[in-house]
């Protein structure tokens, strides 16, 4: 089956320094790949995605890179803000197995203090 | 997100009783599904729905049924509650017209006691 594993929290830094939450996968198709941000008492908004092998999804400052070698799609950051505190989930949809449904990493909750 | 809502937003009840938790959405999605969130565990899903009367059960499904009768709500029922269904539930829509991103609901805060 599919699973995601994701880097354990939390993770805490300090505001201007480098983020990288490492996430990998285990998929029996070609999945597609998602970060999702949780804030505070809130619902999960995505991030950013890739579809294929070698795209990259990008917003608000945020990275990652699909990479079928390495079955791996990290989360990194150049310079994270104390806005960035939230819980950020990796996770897979594999739409050969006809749901559409993600499977979720367990969740790496960043601190970023001033 | 206007186009998806849960109702309650929290609700205790005690353990043994039934409780339903409704998702509601305005986008027409062909897909609906529950995920519960816990601490250590992050997302899992208990039941999806790929359209009116097709439900198909997911990684946590014992304890719950769903019901979709109409394309735009999908309900979550716990038969018995125990304190292990204590968490936050969590809808999701996506479809074609999204490019089958999801979009979730703001969540349900269910404490069984």
């Known amino acids: 089956g599919n699973s995601v594993t994701q880097m354990e929290g939390p993770v805490t830094l300090s505001e201007e320094a480098f983020l990288t939450i490492n996430c990998t996968y285990t998929a029996t198709g070609y999945p597609s790949l998602f970060w999702y941000v949780q804030y505070p008492g809130e619902g999960l908004q995505l991030l950013l995605k890739?579809?294929?092998?070698?795209d990259k999804g990008s917003n608000k400052g945020f990275e990652a890179t699909y990479r079928k070698e390495t079955t791996s799609f990290h989360l990194e950051k150049g310079s994270v803000q104390v806005s960035d505190s939230a819980v950020y989930f990796c996770?897979?949809?594999?739409?050969?197995?006809?749901?559409?449904?993600?499977?979720f990493g367990k969740g790496t909750k960043l601190s970023v203090i001033p | 997100d206007a186009g998806i809502t849960q109702s309650p937003r929290h609700k205790v009840t005690e353990t043994g009783t039934p409780v339903t938790l409704r998702c509601h959405q305005t986008e027409n999605h062909r897909y609906m599904y529950w995920y519960r969130q816990d601490p250590g565990h992050g997302l899992r899903l208990i039941h999806y729905?790929?359209?009116?009367?097709?439900?198909d059960k997911g990684e946590v499904s014992d304890g719950y049924s769903v019901s979709r009768s109409k394309t735009e709500d999908f309900l979550l029922t716990l038969e018995s509650a125990t304190s292990s269904q204590t968490s936050v539930y969590f809808c999701?829509?996506?479809?074609?017209?999204?490019?089958?991103?999801?979009?979730f609901g703001s969540g349900t805060r269910l404490t069984v006691v």
């Open positions: 890739a579809t294929k092998a070698d």
């Open positions: 996770a897979l949809s594999d739409a050969g197995a006809g749901s559409y449904q993600l499977t």
């Open positions: 999701a829509i996506t479809g074609r017209q999204t490019n089958y991103g999801y979009t």
């Open positions: 729905s790929y359209g009116v009367k097709d439900t």
